[in-house]
């Protein structure tokens, strides 16, 4: 019956993916229960698997999109509350160019102060 709808709806069976069937639609709906924050206990109940196992390791999948929003969370995370500290940040990626002496004549120019050496408990 699948097979027929996915036809008459122009959706190819086939997909880069994967294919298209019963238990792909499974898949989709286990993985949006838990990205929407069940429980495993929750999404298990609603798939009503047998097994936690089952709803985590055979229809939960992670899903690039996802794993790059939650990556970007924890760095935002991370590096909230830190409104003066971006020069802290900037020299933690790399930015050479920047002093680790504290802030700068050019960085008092630009409105920055000495609060976030402070709150990060670093000697300028």
């Known amino acids: 019956?699948?097979?027929?709808?996915?036809?008459?709806?122009?959706?190819p069976r086939w997909t880069p993916?994967?294919?298209v069937d019963f238990h792909a639609c499974r898949t989709a709906y286990v993985t949006l229960v838990l990205e929407t924050g069940a429980s495993v206990?929750?999404?298990?109940?609603?798939?009503?698997?047998?097994?936690p196992n089952l709803t985590m390791n055979t229809y939960g999948r992670s899903r690039k999109g996802r794993l790059s929003e939650l990556a970007e969370a924890v760095g935002?995370?991370?590096?909230?509350g830190l409104e003066c500290a971006t020069g802290v940040?900037?020299?933690?990626?790399?930015?050479?160019?920047?002093?680790a002496n504290g802030p700068q004549s050019s960085d008092l120019r630009a409105g920055k102060t000495w609060r976030a050496w402070e709150d990060l408990n670093l000697q300028p």
């Open 1 to 11: 019956m699948i097979k027929r709808d996915l036809k008459l709806a122009g959706i």
């Open 17 to 19: 993916e994967g294919k």
């Open 41 to 51: 206990k929750e999404a298990q109940s609603l798939a009503r698997h047998a097994t």
């Open 76 to 80: 935002n995370r991370l590096t909230s």
């Open 89 to 99: 940040l900037k020299l933690a990626a790399g930015a050479e160019s920047l002093s």
